[in-house]
Nanobody, 121 residues
Framework: VQLQASGGGLVQAGGSLRLSCAAS????????YYWFRQAPGKEREFVAR???????RYDDSVKGRASISVDNAKNTVYLQMNSLKTDDTGIYYC????????????????WGQGTLVTVSS
């Protein structure tokens, strides 16, 4: 499956962004989808997981501020981020796995190219 992330940009702290990840190439609903992010000088970290028919999962750092949704009609996964903090700055990557797996970067089967989110104070 090919993944194309978009929607990043510059936003002030307290603001919101919606990231999109368009998937193509395989049956969209067969996969679990994830958002990871990587801040400068840091390792890639899990943000959220979603898949058709399943409950979403979030990292504690974004719980209550993030919402992942999976749109089977549009073959797109969204990540809505609210009340953004400067710590949310980083490159956001969407990823997919053939089965629901532990939300670790090493477990992903496919990656998108990433979209940059910069949160200013």
């Amino acid at each position: 499956v090919q993944l194309q992330a978009s929607g990043g940009g510059l936003v002030q702290a307290g603001g919101s962004l919606r990231l999109s990840c368009a998937a193509s190439g395989r049956t969209f609903s067969d996969y679990a989808y994830y958002w990871f992010r990587q801040a400068p000088g840091k390792e890639r970290e899990f943000v959220a997981r979603g898949y058709s028919g399943g409950s979403p999962r979030y990292d504690d750092s974004v719980k209550g501020r993030a919402s992942i949704s999976v749109d089977n009609a549009k073959n797109t996964v969204y990540l809505q981020m609210n009340s953004l903090k400067t710590d949310d700055t980083g490159i956001y990557y969407c990823a997919a796995s053939k089965t629901v797996v532990a939300p670790m970067a090493s477990q992903m089967d496919y990656w998108g190219q990433g979209t940059l989110v910069t949160v200013s104070s």
